[in-house]
Structures are given as structure tokens and as C-alpha cells.
């Protein structure tokens, strides 16, 4: 069983570690945006890491008690689509497995109507932007499914709530290799990072730019972020196209386009990655 102490260390690096990468329309150490800063994200990654990393605690519990700790700490909600990835996987950094992807199938198969309960009280607690109402298991009213089966009906429009019916494959078959191959070119966990992100970006409509923004400018990004995809692919030395990506940055935060979701992967992606580093099973997450 790997120390409380150590899941929560590798929940905060994580954090850190994606706001190092110049991430266009998303807050980063290069540029504020939205309204919030890097130190903000910083504090908040502080604050929600204890309560996400409570020993032998529910997952909706574990969300619940981060969301409200950073409400506490910053007033508002930056952080919740990392809490709602971040938290099984704490959990499942307590189990035994001979991969830790089985130990994160084994976590979300327990899922109960509790924890759905929970999980709905923290996102109408941090009240992200877009959020409406839905006919089937909305967050408004009380729980009557697990939050698995919850979590599966809203993964067409959702890609953090995709992630509990797949068994988080976005994060291990696209993210993790995507990372590995950029740290093996570069060295450098920054434009790991930055990969990482512009992978996700580049390969489906980002959830929260679709909810603010719609399909139409959700895709227009996803067009633009290929383009990088590629330059990034064949750059032998990454940080010359700083200035395109910066350039990009400026132009998504004039028009208030925000990627949240695909950077709320990356993290749980360099999440995943750092556990590797503490973790047996981890090591092999494949």
C-alpha cells in the first residue's frame, strides 16, 4: 500500500507539471487567462489534494470533500474536471493489482449511489460554466444511479465523464504514450506536457468549449490543434514554435475559449505517470 502522503505529492507535481506547458486558451505559467492565474491553479492543486487523497475514503467522498476545500482556498471552481478524473485514481493508488489500470476498473465497478450523490453535490458546488439541466440522472436532483452508469450516460457529451465507461482510455492509450514518446525526444516535462494536451485537443472537440462555445468553434480548435499536433510530432527542438503557440494562446483567451477539458487529462495523465514512479503496478499501466 503505497503512503497517503506520497498520492497526494504525486496529485499536487501533477498539477504543477501541466501548468509549466505553454497550453493554448488554458491558464499556464507563460500567461494568465479567464480571469485566473497559475498561482490560483497552484493553490488550488494544494488545497484539494488532501481531502482527494483520504485514506480508504469513497471516491464521491474524496470529490466532494476536494471541491469544497478549493472553494474554500480560492472562492472559485478551477478545478473540477481534475477532481472528478484525479480521485478514482487516488483511490485506486491504495489497491493491490498487477496493473494499476485494473486496480481503476476495480475502483469504478464499486461505485454507488452515494458516491453519485456526492459527486452531484460537488458539481453543483463549483458550478462550472455550461452547466444545464439534463432529462435522465441530472446533478440537480438526488442520485439514483451509481456514478459509474451516471457518469456513462453523459460520456457522448462529456469526455472527464467518458473516462469512468472506459476505464480511463483516453488517459492510458492516448495520453500516457503520448507523454513517454515527448519525453524520450525532449527530456523536458514541459513539452511532455504540452504533447499531451495538444494530442487530446487535436483528436476530439473539447467538452467545456463545446458546453460555452458549441460543435462549431469546438472543431475549429480541434482543426487548428492538428496543425500543432503535427509541428509538434516532427520539432526537433520544441520550443521554437513558442511564439505560434503563444500567438494562439492570446487569440483563444480574446475570444474567452477555454479547452478545460483537455487539460483536465493532461493532468490526470501526468497524475497517472507519477504514480508509475511510487507504485509497482503503476509501472506497467499500459
Same mark, same amino acid.
Given at each position: 500500500?503505497?503512503?497517503?502522503?506520497?498520492?497526494?505529492?504525486?496529485?499536487?507535481?501533477?498539477?504543477?507539471?501541466?501548468?509549466?506547458?505553454?497550453?493554448?486558451?488554458?491558464?499556464?505559467?507563460?500567461?494568465?487567462?479567464?480571469?485566473?492565474?497559475?498561482?490560483?491553479?497552484?493553490?488550488?492543486?494544494?488545497?484539494?489534494?488532501?481531502?482527494?487523497?483520504?485514506?480508504?475514503?469513497?471516491?464521491?467522498?474524496?470529490?466532494?470533500?476536494?471541491?469544497?476545500?478549493?472553494?474554500?482556498?480560492?472562492?472559485?471552481?478551477?478545478?473540477?474536471?481534475?477532481? #472528478?478524473?484525479?480521485?478514482?485514481?487516488?483511490?485506486?493508488?491504495?489497491?493491490?493489482?498487477?496493473?494499476?489500470?485494473?486496480?481503476?476498473?476495480?475502483?469504478?465497478?464499486?461505485?454507488?449511489?452515494?458516491?453519485?450523490?456526492?459527486?452531484?453535490?460537488?458539481?453543483?458546488?463549483?458550478?462550472?460554466?455550461?452547466?444545464?439541466?439534463?432529462?435522465?440522472?441530472?446533478?440537480?436532483?438526488?442520485?439514483?444511479?451509481?456514478?459509474?452508469?451516471?457518469?456513462?450516460?453523459?460520456?457522448?457529451?462529456?469526455?472527464v465523464a467518458r473516462q469512468y465507461a472506459t476505464v480511463f482510455a483516453d488517459v492510458f492509450d492516448l495520453g500516457l504514450p503520448?507523454?513517454?514518446?515527448?519525453?524520450?525526444?525532449?527530456?523536458?516535462?514541459?513539452?511532455?506536457?504540452?504533447?499531451?494536451?495538444?494530442?487530446?485537443?487535436?483528436?476530439?472537440?473539447?467538452?467545456?468549449?463545446?458546453?460555452?462555445?458549441?460543435?462549431?468553434?469546438?472543431?475549429?480548435?480541434?482543426?487548428?490543434a492538428l496543425k500543432f499536433d503535427a509541428a509538434l510530432q516532427s520539432a526537433t527542438h520544441?520550443?521554437?514554435?513558442?511564439?505560434?503557440?503563444?500567438?494562439?494562446?492570446?487569440?483563444?483567451?480574446?475570444?474567452?475559449?477555454?479547452?478545460?477539458?483537455?487539460?483536465?487529462?493532461?493532468?490526470?495523465? #501526468?497524475?497517472?505517470?507519477?504514480?508509475?514512479?511510487? #507504485?509497482?503496478?503503476?509501472?506497467?499501466?499500459?
Amino acid at each position: 500500500m503505497t503512503p497517503t502522503g506520497a498520492i497526494a505529492d504525486a496529485f499536487a507535481a501533477a498539477c504543477r507539471d501541466e501548468l509549466d506547458a505553454p497550453k493554448p486558451g488554458n491558464v499556464h505559467v507563460f500567461a494568465p487567462g479567464h480571469g485566473m492565474t497559475a498561482a490560483q491553479f497552484t493553490a488550488s492543486a494544494d488545497a484539494a489534494s488532501g481531502p482527494l487523497c483520504v485514506p480508504h475514503r469513497r471516491v464521491g467522498e474524496r470529490i466532494l470533500g476536494a471541491v469544497e476545500a478549493t472553494c474554500a482556498a480560492i472562492g472559485i471552481n478551477t478545478n473540477l474536471g481534475i477532481i #472528478l478524473l484525479c480521485a478514482p485514481l487516488a483511490a485506486a493508488a491504495e489497491l493491490e493489482a498487477p496493473l494499476f489500470r485494473d486496480a481503476v476498473a476495480r475502483v469504478l465497478d464499486g461505485l454507488d449511489i452515494g458516491d453519485a450523490d456526492r459527486a452531484f453535490a460537488a458539481i453543483v458546488r463549483a458550478a462550472p460554466a455550461g452547466l444545464g439541466r439534463v432529462d435522465h440522472d441530472d446533478v440537480h436532483a438526488p442520485a439514483k444511479v451509481t456514478l459509474q452508469y451516471a457518469m456513462a450516460e453523459a460520456a457522448h457529451r462529456d469526455r472527464v465523464a467518458r473516462q469512468y465507461a472506459t476505464v480511463f482510455a483516453d488517459v492510458f492509450d492516448l495520453g500516457l504514450p503520448r507523454y513517454d514518446a515527448a519525453l524520450t525526444r525532449w527530456s523536458d516535462p514541459k513539452w511532455g506536457a504540452l504533447a499531451v494536451y495538444i494530442a487530446f485537443l487535436a483528436t476530439a472537440a473539447d467538452s467545456h468549449v463545446v458546453r460555452k462555445h458549441g460543435a462549431a468553434v469546438a472543431d475549429d480548435v480541434c482543426r487548428t490543434a492538428l496543425k500543432f499536433d503535427a509541428a509538434l510530432q516532427s520539432a526537433t527542438h520544441p520550443a521554437q514554435l513558442l511564439p505560434e503557440l503563444l500567438a494562439w494562446d492570446a487569440a483563444l483567451k480574446a475570444q474567452n475559449v477555454n479547452p478545460g477539458t483537455s487539460a483536465d487529462l493532461t493532468v490526470a495523465t #501526468l497524475f497517472v505517470r507519477r504514480l508509475g514512479a511510487i #507504485l509497482p503496478s503503476a509501472r506497467n499501466s499500459g
